[in-house]
């Protein structure tokens, strides 16, 4: 189906139906921080925002960030197996290393294997998520080309919460938080762990007689804390962090025990400050890690540590405001074996301009990276919308992005005959724009945006799928183009949503359809309360995607539609009971060929929180 036809039996089916704070807002009207680095009332911005709460993730019931993001997100993912195995996230169909994460304000991720190991990132010390598709380097820098994921880990207001739970494949996990208020210090302290203990990760058909039929374990122990003191009035300094270390099993062949250990640490310090009328200061100082070690078949170690600073300033003006700041990123990694090279400095200037005028409503975005390997690059961005009627207004943004080659790409010692990387890649770069619609009447949301990108220079591993012989390249030219619709409302009693995109990722030099992007996916979903009870529904699908750069047909994965339940009853004021039931039909999907998913699995947990 093209992508026209596809979008026009999505329309005929749904006629139917700043300031980056450390602590998110969460009273009165929906604000977001991500989208402009200054808070903004969700319903004013100029892009479509995905905003998952606290709430939200409780009440998923889901055991993994990559889950939540597939049936809540409005983005594709994959991953290698079982809970803890490595997993990805597309944007737009842009690539999963175009996804900029962000703890706490802080980048963390791998500057070797590019991207964030979501799979060790707990659900457990997640107070709220804010995803904002589109080029976002002009605000964020380099990597930004499909979107910025930010995370804030927990925080709130006094008092404690645990829960504990267990379910198929003898998965077991427990967690707890607690904060409070004393005068003007706050703070909060969350600890967990996960264990997933009887899950095979691959396939017996996967290559080089790569399957192990053992179980590949997981276990993860998290932490997450911060505090808070309030100086004076519009002063305050304050302390955050974030650990998770990850055991994971997998396979490499029959005759080893093949097991990765990765750590994930992210810890600043900032101070929020007034310096006059009008006139907001950040300047926040932190350290990111992402430590790997492997033992087994190919033992060795990899290690990204990016130190960061940021000093951004908010001013008020007559007629808008204006963001303005500097940032600082030294980025330094280590390896067995070790790189050609191992570090780069990157120092940034950015400036924002965001007004309302009437009906209209105007951002601009400007910033220059310094990169010390490849030079100085400048991004920008514009966004407009105009309000129609009350709940209703139209938007358009475009923008330029950039992301340069990670250290594997680059200088990854070659392992001939079937890996060999590449020093003399080029940056990524890339131009999109968006359109969009949104409606909200009474208990209901609408919004659909038609996008398109077009990246120039894309580096990809091709991996000839007769030889196995892997090289990294760039590509020279991908053209994305597609259109995103969302919906939330309240019918009959359910509070229901629905997401779908319907896409066309191609590499225009080849035609060939992109890495492990579909054309269409998306997301149905339903709750409801009834008395003591809540019950809820939702439907996840795919289309068919190809493993290869190529589309050979020897890659192909095909769709899936997968239907999961879930339902909570109130025991008492403090205790909950849940249950959610994944992949009721128990169907066989691949996200990663030759990669195992799981088949139809129960998890039950018992939730405590005093009132």
Not at 235 to 247: C, K, R, V
Not at 255 to 277: K, M, P
């Amino acid at each position: 189906m093209s992508l026209k036809a596809g979008t026009a039996a999505v329309l005929s089916a749904t006629a139917f139906a700043g300031f980056a704070a450390d602590e998110p807002v969460t009273y009165g009207p929906p604000v977001v921080v991500t989208a402009s680095r200054i808070p903004q009332e969700l319903s004013g911005l100029d892009r479509n925002v995905v905003v998952i709460s606290r709430e939200d993730i409780a009440a998923s019931g889901q055991l993994s960030l990559i889950e939540l993001l597939q049936a809540r997100g409005g983005v594709e993912v994959s991953a290698s197996g079982g809970l803890g195995q490595p997993g990805a996230v597309f944007m737009r169909g842009a690539e999963a290393r175009h996804t900029l994460v962000l703890i706490d304000g802080l980048r963390l991720g791998s500057a070797t294997a590019g991207g964030t190991a979501f799979e060790n990132i707990p659900l457990n010390q997640i107070e709220r998520i804010e995803i904002v598709p589109g080029p976002m380097s002009s605000l964020y820098g380099p990597d930004a080309i499909g979107g910025v994921i930010q995370i804030f880990t927990r925080s709130g207001t006094a008092g404690g919460s645990a829960n504990f739970g267990a379910g198929s494949f003898g998965a077991r996990a427990v967690s707890a938080s607690y904060g409070r208020d004393l005068d003007d210090t706050r703070f909060t302290v969350s600890v967990g762990a996960i264990e997933s203990p009887e899950f095979d990760a691959t396939k017996a058909a996967i290559p080089f007689a790569q399957n192990n039929p053992d179980s590949d374990r997981y276990r993860n122990r998290n932490f997450s804390g911060r505090i808070a003191q309030r100086l004076g009035a519009g002063q305050e300094l304050g302390l955050t962090a974030f650990y998770s270390e990850g055991t994971t099993r997998f396979d490499a062949g029959t005759a080893t025990d093949d097991v990765n250990r990765q750590t994930l640490q992210a810890a600043s310090v900032y101070s929020r400050n007034r310096i006059g009328e009008g006139w907001n200061s950040l300047l926040r100082i932190g350290t990111s890690r992402d430590h790997s070690a492997t033992v087994g078949a190919f033992p060795g170690f990899f290690r990204t540590d990016q130190n960061q600073a940021v000093w951004q300033n908010d001013v008020q003006l007559a007629l808008g405001t204006l963001v303005a700041g500097l940032e600082y990123l030294d980025q330094r990694v280590a390896s067995d074996p070790a790189f050609k090279q191992s570090g780069r400095l990157v120092k940034s200037a950015f400036a924002g301009y965001r007004g309302g005028f009437g009906d209209h409503t105007v951002q601009l975005n400007a910033r220059r990276d310094d990169n010390s390997q490849f030079g100085t690059r400048d991004t920008g961005s514009v966004g407009y919308s105009y309000r129609l009627a009350p709940g209703a207004r139209i938007r358009a943004a475009a923008g330029t992005a950039f992301r340069a080659p990670t250290f594997n790409d680059l200088y990854f010692p070659d392992q001939p005959p079937f890996f060999f990387s590449n020093p003399d890649l080029r940056p990524e770069r890339s131009r999109s724009r968006e359109i969009g619609f949104d409606l909200e009447r009474a208990e209901q949301r609408f919004t659909a945006t038609y996008f398109e990108t077009r990246i120039s220079d894309l580096i990809t591993v091709f991996t000839d799928p007769v030889t196995f012989v892997s090289t990294t390249q760039n590509l020279d030219r991908v053209r994305i183009e597609g259109l995103e619709l969302a919906w939330r409302g309240t019918l009959a009693g359910w509070q229901a949503r629905a997401q779908m995109t319907v896409q066309d990722p191609r590499d225009e030099a080849t035609g060939a359809q992109l890495r492990r992007r579909a054309k269409r996916y998306g997301v149905l979903g339903a709750d409801r309360p009834f008395g003591a009870w809540r019950l809820g529904a939702e439907v996840v699908g795919s289309d068919e995607r190809f493993d290869s750069t190529t589309e050979a047909p020897n890659t192909r994965m095909h769709g899936y539609a997968l239907l999961n339940l879930r339902a909570g009853y109130a025991l008492s004021r403090e205790w909950s009971l849940n249950a959610r039931w994944n992949n009721v039909f128990d169907r066989d999907y691949e996200l990663v060929q030759f990669y195992n998913t799981p088949g139809s699995n129960l998890f039950l947990w018992l939730g405590y929180r005093p009132r």
